[in-house]
C-alpha cells in the first residue's frame, strides 16, 4: 500500500480566504511587535526575542543587511534554533493548512520559511506579511462599515441587550470583542486587546457576517469608547443615526441581570484567575469601580452606596449569601443609571423598530 503525498501548498496572498476559513497562523516577528498587534488566528512564535531583535536592526542600519544576517545567524544557531524550529513544526504537524508571516514577508518569514523545509516541515508564507494583512483589513473594515446597515440593540442598564446578541446569529458584539461591558463597571479579567486587534477582529468579525447573512447587522448602542477602545469614527457616526430596538425590562428584572453578571458571574471569574484571594479582589475591584463615578455621584450618594456595598460584601464573606448586593444594584440603577439613560434617549431622535421586553425582542429579531 503506497501512502498519499500531502498536496504541495504554496505561499499565499489570499488575504480573505485565509480570515473567511480561520487559517491557524504562525507571526514570527519578534514578541513586542506582535503585542502591538497582530491578526485574528495568529499565534506568536518568534525567530528572534526582542533583544535579538533589537541587535540585529542596529547591526542593519549601521553596517548593512549582509552584517545583520551574520549578527542573526549567531544569535539564533545551535539549541536555540533547533528549539524554535521544533516549535514551528509542531504547530505546523496539528496545523496543516495554516501560514507563517513575519512583518513583509522579507528575510524573517524566508529564514523561518526555508528552516522548516530543511528541518522536513515546508510551510507555506503570507505574501506581503502582517502590512498586507492589516493593510487588507482596513480597507475592508472602512468599506464594510460603509456597506452595512445597523440595528442598534438599546435600552437601560440590566435589560439584557448583550443577551439579545447572543442570541441572535446576524449580530456583532462589540463589548465581547472588546473585552469590556463599556461602563465604568466594565473592565474584565484578562484586559482589552490593543487598539489594532480590535479593529481587525471587527473587521474579520464583520466579513463573516455580511457573507452569511443579507440584512441589517444588530449591534448594541454604545458611546465611540469602550473602556480603553474607540470605535472608527464612520462607525460611531453611522451607529449614532441607526435605527434602534429598545428592550424593555421592570426594575427586578434588571437586577437580576447586574447581579448575574457583576456579582455571581465576575465572582466566579476572580475566584478562576486568583484562586483564594478572588473575593478580595473582586471587592476590591467594584469598590473602585463605584470611586470612579463618586464625582457624578455627589459625595453623601456616593458615601451610601460604598456603604451598602462593604455591608453586602461582609454578609457574605460571613454567611456565603449574596443576596444582600441587589440592594445597592437596585439604588445604583435608579439614582444613577437611569436619569442618565433617559436624558441619552431624549436627545435622540432615531427611528424605534421595536419596542418590548427582551424575550419578544429576540423573537422579532429572529424573524
Same mark, same amino acid.
Given at each position: 500500500m503506497t501512502t498519499a503525498t500531502p498536496a504541495l501548498r504554496f505561499d499565499t496572498e489570499n488575504y480573505r480566504k485565509l480570515f473567511m &476559513?480561520? =487559517?491557524p497562523l504562525i507571526d514570527v516577528r519578534a514578541p513586542v511587535e506582535f503585542q502591538k498587534g497582530s491578526v485574528p488566528g495568529a499565534v506568536n512564535l518568534p525567530l528572534m526575542t526582542d533583544n535579538e531583535r533589537e541587535a540585529v536592526g542596529i547591526a542593519y542600519k549601521n553596517d548593512g543587511q549582509e552584517a545583520a544576517v551574520v549578527l542573526g545567524n549567531s544569535l539564533v544557531q /545551535? =539549541? %536555540?534554533? %533547533?528549539d524554535r524550529i521544533? !516549535?514551528?513544526?509542531e504547530f505546523a504537524a496539528k496545523n496543516p493548512s495554516g501560514y507563517l508571516f513575519c512583518m513583509r514577508g522579507g528575510m524573517r518569514s524566508q529564514i523561518s520559511q526555508r528552516w522548516m523545509q530543511e528541518a522536513g516541515s515546508p510551510y507555506p508564507l503570507v505574501t506581503g506579511g502582517y502590512k498586507a494583512l492589516r493593510r487588507f483589513l482596513i480597507e475592508e473594515l472602512d468599506r464594510l462599515i460603509a456597506q %452595512?446597515? @445597523?440595528i442598534v440593540v438599546a435600552g437601560r442598564t440590566g435589560t439584557g441587550k448583550t443577551d439579545l446578541l447572543g442570541a441572535v446569529p446576524h449580530s456583532l458584539d462589540l463589548e465581547g470583542l472588546a473585552n469590556h461591558r463599556g461602563s465604568s463597571f466594565g473592565r474584565r479579567i484578562g484586559g482589552q486587546p490593543s487598539q489594532i486587534n480590535f479593529e481587525n477582529e471587527m473587521a474579520v468579525g464583520l466579513m463573516k457576517l455580511t457573507?452569511? @447573512?443579507d440584512g441589517a447587522i444588530f449591534i448594541e448602542d454604545e458611546s465611540r469608547r469602550i473602556g480603553g477602545l474607540e470605535l472608527p469614527i464612520d462607525m460611531a457616526s453611522k451607529m449614532n443615526i441607526a435605527p434602534m430596538v429598545l428592550i424593555e425590562e421592570p426594575l427586578q428584572a434588571r437586577v437580576d441581570i447586574i447581579h448575574r453578571d457583576y456579582v455571581v458571574g465576575m465572582r466566579a471569574e476572580y475566584d478562576a484567575a486568583c484562586g483564594a484571594e478572588g473575593a478580595a479582589e473582586h471587592a476590591t475591584f467594584l469598590l473602585n469601580a463605584l470611586a470612579r463615578i463618586k464625582k457624578r455621584l455627589g459625595g453623601a450618594r456616593h458615601q451610601e452606596l460604598e456603604g451598602l456595598m462593604l455591608q453586602a460584601f461582609q454578609i457574605q !464573606? &460571613?454567611? /456565603?449569601?449574596d443576596t444582600s448586593h441587589r440592594i445597592w444594584i437596585e439604588r445604583l440603577l435608579t439614582d444613577y443609571y437611569d436619569p442618565m439613560y433617559e436624558y441619552q434617549l431624549a436627545n435622540h431622535s432615531r427611528e424605534i423598530l421595536f419596542s418590548g421586553s427582551r424575550a419578544e425582542a429576540i423573537t422579532w429579531a429572529s424573524i
Open positions: &476559513e480561520d =487559517a /545551535g =539549541a %536555540t534554533k %533547533t521544533s !516549535r514551528w513544526a %452595512t446597515d @445597523f457573507y452569511h @447573512f !464573606r &460571613e454567611d /456565603g449569601v
